[in-house]
């Protein structure tokens, strides 16, 4: 009876080793460390070379980028962080200009979350382009900048967008 237990707990470790060397070598983890490095690196740099918050920017869209990106074809993973990039930059443009006045600020919020919101209708990716797009709303709208940097901004929240999309 023992040497039975002990070739079905051998069988139960070489069956666990492989399903850990299965995930190792899946396109989820690749995904998933892709994205780690896409959020993590630009903020690293950024402190190590005295620009946190140019590395805290471009990591804030690798952030909301990476959160479409969900299990699916290939093309429509794709196509929704391209959007999600894309809208992420034009809301974050319009918030760095409408910061200046608070009317057109809080109208933008109502509008914004509003449209975005109605993106349930068309599923999770939609979903989560929403989300991500508020989020970048939310994140970028008390930062305090000159009229001249709104457009560098809103280019530092879309440069990374593209090494996770491709």
Request: charged letters at 10%.
């Amino acid at each position: 009876m023992n040497s039975v237990g002990a070739i079905w707990k051998k069988h139960e470790i070489t069956r666990n080793v492989k399903e850990v060397q299965y995930f190792f070598y899946s396109q989820a983890f690749a995904d998933g460390l892709r994205t780690a490095v896409a959020i993590l690196l630009p903020a690293l740099i950024g402190s190590y070379t005295n620009h946190f918050d140019t590395g805290l920017t471009i990591s804030l869209g690798a952030m909301c980028v990476s959160l479409t990106d969900s299990p699916g074809p290939i093309l429509n993973k794709r196509n929704g962080m391209l959007f999600c990039a894309a809208f992420v930059f034009l809301v974050v443009l319009i918030t760095g200009f409408a910061r200046l006045n608070p009317y057109i600020m809080g109208l933008e919020v109502v509008l914004i979350t509003f449209f975005f919101s109605m993106f349930t209708v068309y599923g999770a990716r939609a979903t989560s382009v929403g989300n991500a797009v508020v989020l970048a709303m939310v994140l970028s709208m008390d930062k305090p900048l000159p009229l001249n940097g709104v457009f560098l901004h809103a280019a530092l929240v879309l440069a990374v967008a593209f090494f996770i999309c491709c």
